[in-house]
């Protein structure tokens, strides 16, 4: 089956405690992206990666960190997350520019 | 830098009523276009897409959309709204040129159906 993994659902850490969130897609996609979404804000871009070591800024990348070295994997990770990274991140992946994008399932992050 | 503005943050509609959704975009050129719905505790899931071509796009579930390039806007709509359409909507925006590709969300309509 086509599909976004992420890893873990479900995290509650400390301020300050390095996390690594893993997204890993079946699909052979070039384009992965990841997003945090907050109430009343939306969905806002943290990263993206057109490639394999390609990556870019997205709208909102302060605290965060990102690598691209398969095609399959994306992992995000917080090097001192803060209480205001809490947060639903969703990862996703699509075949190139332009085509549409496939979610993962979400992944609830809370600091404290 | 493109944005896109969904000026509706709640909608409530009763079963069976029609439905628009409203979606504003700002981007120089040609913009891809999407709406997507995430329904509660969900992920999101792509309703429809605009890339080129018939500006009236057929989406799933009944859904459909129109781009209409002099107003800026890619309104979504149903003719017939079912309990369970309740869900959050998102309209997005990707480049169509250039070497990078970003995709830029609305903040979401949140629809609740009234049986």
């Known amino acids: 089956e086509a599909q976004v993994t992420q890893n873990p659902r479900y995290l509650i850490t400390v301020t300050g405690k390095k996390l690594t969130v893993t997204c890993s897609q079946n699909?052979?996609?070039?384009?992965m992206s990841w997003y945090r979404q907050d109430p009343g804000l939306g969905l806002r871009q943290i990263y993206y990666s057109m490639n394999v070591e390609v990556t870019d800024k997205g709208d909102v990348p302060e605290g965060y960190k990102v690598s691209r070295k398969e095609k399959r994997n994306f992992p995000l990770i917080l090097e001192s997350p803060s209480p205001n990274q809490t947060s639903l991140y969703f990862c996703?992946?699509?075949?190139?520019?332009?085509?549409?994008?496939?979610f993962g399932p979400g992944t609830r992050l809370t600091v404290t | 830098a493109q944005s896109v503005t969904q000026p509706d943050i709640h909608i409530t509609v009763s079963e069976g009523a029609s439905l628009e959704l409203r979606c504003n975009y700002s981007y120089g050129a040609t913009p891809y276009l999407f709406w997507y719905v995430q329904s509660p505790g969900q992920g999101l899931q792509l309703l429809l897409k605009y890339f080129s071509g018939d500006t009236l796009v057929q989406g799933i579930k009944g859904f459909e959309a129109e781009f209409k390039r002099s107003q800026s806007s890619f309104n979504l709509r149903k003719p017939s709204v079912h309990w369970s359409d309740a869900a959050e909507y998102f309209c997005a925006v990707g480049r169509s040129g250039g070497s990078n590709y970003k995709l830029t969300f609305g903040k979401g309509t949140l629809l609740t159906v009234n049986p």
């Open positions: 996703a992946s699509s075949r190139n520019r332009g085509y549409e994008q496939y």
């Open positions: 699909m052979n996609h070039e384009y």
